[in-house]
């Protein structure tokens, strides 16, 4: 099993893999459950705020975060300080997280934040969505909660743009270990930025949203 490594972090409960957190909630289930619920409800919140003028910055992105967690977390919406590294995998250096993150985010903006999707055929959407998303899990930029937090993010694009949220289901288990074939994917992105697994992941699990 992949744990992380850190050369210096004290957002764990020592000798555990369990945040701190503001409930202080010690039992690893309960929180995953908190986890879950909070992110169910941030789904909610985040699909009825979209509008036209919605821009997938990176203020977006960490706003994400930050209102998703917050009352859990005091690291909430903040880019980490420390090295990290799953897996075997190395993210990238906390040092450049910033710069990295710009320039991620520079260059979405220059392709809209991806707005102009919904007349594109869906492999070129794939494709985009990959990209940017390979880039953010080599990012890794939050201690902890990313990727669900990126997975929203593009789930939330992916909407904006007429489609239903990308259906991970068939690659990612309960689990999230590397049998699955997202983490697979990852693993990929973050040794050889290579997305084409990704890309694949995504376009099977991108449909048309359903019309009520
Ligand atoms: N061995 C690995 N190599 C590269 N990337 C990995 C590895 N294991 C996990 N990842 C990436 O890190 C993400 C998990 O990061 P983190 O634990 O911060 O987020 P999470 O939301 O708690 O987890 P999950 O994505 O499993 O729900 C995965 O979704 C994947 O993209
Ligand atoms: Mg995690």
Redesign the pocket.
Known sequence: MSRYQFLESDIYIPGTDIPKNRLGVTEADLLHEIEASLLQQAYQIFIAELQPATRFDEAYFKSLHQRTWASLYDWAGEYRSVDMSKGGSLFCRAEFLEKESQRLFRQMEQEDYLKQAADWPKEKFAERMAHYQCELIALHPFY?????ITRLFFDLIAMYNGYGPVDYSQTLGEA?DETNAYIQASIVCVRAADNSMLRQIILDGLNKAETP
Do not use: F, K, M, T
């Not at 902890?144 to 669900?148: I, M, T, V, W, Y």
């Open positions: 902890e909660l990313n990727g669900r999230a």
